[in-house]
């Protein structure tokens, strides 16, 4: 953004730094030389980091303190920044930024006292939160004024729109530090009638109707608006301005354009709509540029920079985008577009930014030798474009970086002539063959990312000697082999070489003194640790990750400085090593490591992802976990053999999001300090010896996604004894406690708070998962679970967001199916076999219209199957074996895949796939109306009706039918019945 500002200072008006630096040939007076030393006074000379990132490094710019060459007893027009009249030696321009001023800026300083002041520049020093003072209102002959990104907070002060004569004004925040009164910025826009240059960006505005830009200036001819987060429709009448040549509205995410109309006389060069939203598609029947440019000649012909990323466009790309021959910058990213990519769009020769990443573009890029001689960047990345790399990417003469990730093509990649290539990525292709020898000539390339292919080959390491300039090298998912003997000369930053058929750790290696990230995860890497590789990176690796492997020893953690260590799925035994205080994602699981944790893990205080699932450890859960539940956001302790109870010492603000000691012998109750984890979304403890009731107080957890109980000795009635109206467990979506001795009716509280199965917004056709992210580089650490889907018990290493699972199987539930369950439109797995349900199965679930598996086994069901499930679309899997249905089996659709065990252990039924015919006369049984219009085939004439508090209506059997059932179930069948996971 700053960069914008800059661009526009020198293409607008380049004599106003020129006329900064000249001096008059008088003296000035003594008056105004006071108050400017006087105005010096109120302020220290700090270098901020900010000077020296925007003036030096972007804007190019030299940040130093100006102020230094202000003596008194000198002419101060001859001072540094000041400017005075020539003729009589009044101070009329004054430019600070820069500057390195930091302190508070008085409302009363002496600045107000130079009345003579036409521009004024304090842009790029540090006021340190003071508000802009009013006074500024009197600087009547004020023709320019910025005060961009100096710390000023608060609203901006009504006078200043009293500055009428302001040709340029830059008041450019800091995010949202200043903010806009509406009645401040109707004067703005009034009384600024001369304007040309109007820069407000990251200004708060949220509150703002854009209708005040109405009434802009005619002679605006740049408007930058950028970051103000403005709300709603944007005036059409903006590109009617006859002058505007610059405008930046980008990063307004919650700001609305119609389709662009130009007027035909339009002198717009730039235009910046990132992250603004178009209502309409990108092309209307008449195949018109709908996001602003008609296909005839009344486009914008002037327009060099396009800017409409992330601007939800859909459609093609339209053909006239080929009329805008002077366009140099086009960036269409992520966005919705479709179809091929326009031939027509080979005619933009000047073209040197060309970025459609991140839509669904698909076909080959059109392919001419003279294609784009001006480019230098490329980015098409993540489309579903084919075919083979177009030969102009070898030979165009000004390009540097190509981004070509995440697509389709295919075939070899051939030699490179040009040789100004600074960055090549080409990960997650279908590329084959042999690197190009020409690659290793790039004298300039410094990243050259090619993993995720069908690369094959040999590549000597030796090779990477040749360019001198490589820091990031990624070979990952390839068929290459890397060879070498020789300690590298390549000073390298970052190294992936992951599942690279490596059978030891490189020698290479040795040479790499200033890596910062090295993977070497998916290899063949045996053996114990070396002790040289404890010297590579020992000071700057932040990043190591050799999972994957045949390690069987790594003692101790040797880099002074890492970040994330991944030493999952090894054959590591021993102790656990104490991971060293910079460590913020230290993954452990899948290895052989034994004995205690010791509670020095809990002085890693930055520790933020912890997995040590699936290894050897014993003794208790160190109670010092809960403190540091403070920066823990992932904790995944299962499959160990840890004991004793749950910690009780998870504290306020706990930040834990997983929480995963599932597969332990944990025991006693829950605690109920979990509730200090406001933001757990997936809590599981299965597959424990936790003796307790259901812990109805975690529903109150807003972010509770999967919770897991299973397999414990967990025990009572899931009734809630409570008139509160307050939802319980709103967001979940995995609802897992079989195998427990739960009993009583199903919870129909609880089935009507499912508000996630019941109506959550389906996420469309991007695939996502459950997860957090962690470390200095933000990476995604999905969460694992395990769970019967289907009959079959898995372990899921992720969990994606659109599964909706109900288990409540192998338990002690009595009662019938509520008719509730029908609203759970969005379920995907219902288990409720092993139970002693009974009644009718409801036709409410024939609504379940995602259902995949149903599973209703083991249980007393009577009366017929609902013809209604066989319109289940999705249904392919059935288990009501062993209950007393009769009748015939519903025909057609999905019924007509399920086999003989889905029915087995039903006399009655009939019909295919069973062998008994339908024509069988049956004997006539008491037919006792249920209320889903099936018929119950149990032997008595009556029945109890049991109302549970907060539970529903429940229909019960003859007490004395049930007191047998209870009996038989605690008593016979015990130890038989334990446990189906």
Known sequence: MVSYLFLCLFLFFPHLYASFSSSGSHSCSHPEAASLIQFKNSFSITQTWFAALYCDEIAGLKSYPKTNSWKEGTDCCSWDGVTCHHLNAHVIALDLSCSWLYGNFPSNTTLFLLPHLQKLNLAYNDFNHSKIPSEFGRFESLVYLNLSRTLFVGEVPSQVSHLSKLVSLDLSSWIY?????????????????EVRHLFLDEINMSSINPHVFTNLSSSLRSLILAGCDLQGKFPKNIFDLPNLNFLNLGGNQNLNLDHLKFNRSSNLEYLDLKWVSFSTEFIDSRRKFIAGLPDSTWSPVSLKFLDLSHSNLSGPVPRSLGNLLQLTHLDLSMNQLSGQIPLSILNLTQLEYLGIAGNSLEGSIPDEVTTFPNLIHLDLSENLLNGTLPSWLYTAPSLKQIYLSQNQFSGHIKEFQSKSLELIDLRNNKLQGPLPSSIFKLLNLTHLFLSSNNLSGVIEFSMLSNLPNLKHLDLSYNSLSLTSNATSTVNLTSLLLSSCNLSEFPQFLKGLKSLESLDLSYNRIEGKFPQW???????????????????????????????????????????????????NVFLIS????????????????????LDLSHNNLSGIIPQCFGNLSNSLEFLNLKKNKFYGTIPPTFAKGCYLSNLNLNGNLLEGPLTPSILNCQGLEVLDLG????????????????????????????????????????????????????????????????INSFKAIINREKIGSTVSYMGVYGGRDSSFYTYSIGIVMKGQYM??????????????????FEGEIPKVIGKLNLLKGLNLSQNNLNGGIPTSIGNLTSLEWLDLSSNRFSGTIPNRLADLPFLSSLNVSENQLHGQIPQGKQFNTFGNDSYKGNKGLCGFPVSKGCNIIEPAAPNVLEKDGSKSNIAFGWKVVLIGYGCGVVLGMSVGYVKRRRRKSKEVNHGNRRRRI
């Open 177 to 193: 530090d200043l903010t806009f009164d509406k009645h401040a910025l109707e004067g703005l826009v009034q009384n600024l009638t």
């Open 795 to 812: 372990e899921l290493v992720k969990i994606f967001t659109m599964w909706m699972i109900i288990d409540l199987s192998n338990n002690q």
């Open 590 to 609: 899948n290895n052989s490591f034994n004995g205690e944790v010791s509670s020095l893990i809990c002085n890693v205080i930055s520790l933020q992802i």
């Open 687 to 750: 597959n424990n010896k936790i003796n307790d009731t259901f812990p109805h107080w975690l529903g109150s957890l807003p972010q509770l996604q999967v919770l897991v109980l299973k397999s414990n000795h967990m025990h009572g009635s899931l009734c809630v004894n409570s008139s509160k109206s307050s939802p319980f467990f709103s967001k979940i979506q995995i609802f897992d406690l079989s195998s427990n001795y739960f009993s009583g009716p199903l919870p129909v509280r609880y």
């Open 533 to 583: 590789m404890q010297e590579v990176g020992n000071d700057s690796l932040t990043y190591f990750n050799v999972s994957h492997n045949s390690l069987t020893e790594f003692e101790q953690i040797p880099w002074k400085n890492i970040a994330v260590l991944d030493l999952s799925s090894n054959l590591i035994r021993g102790n656990l090593p104490i991971p060293v205080s910079t460590i």
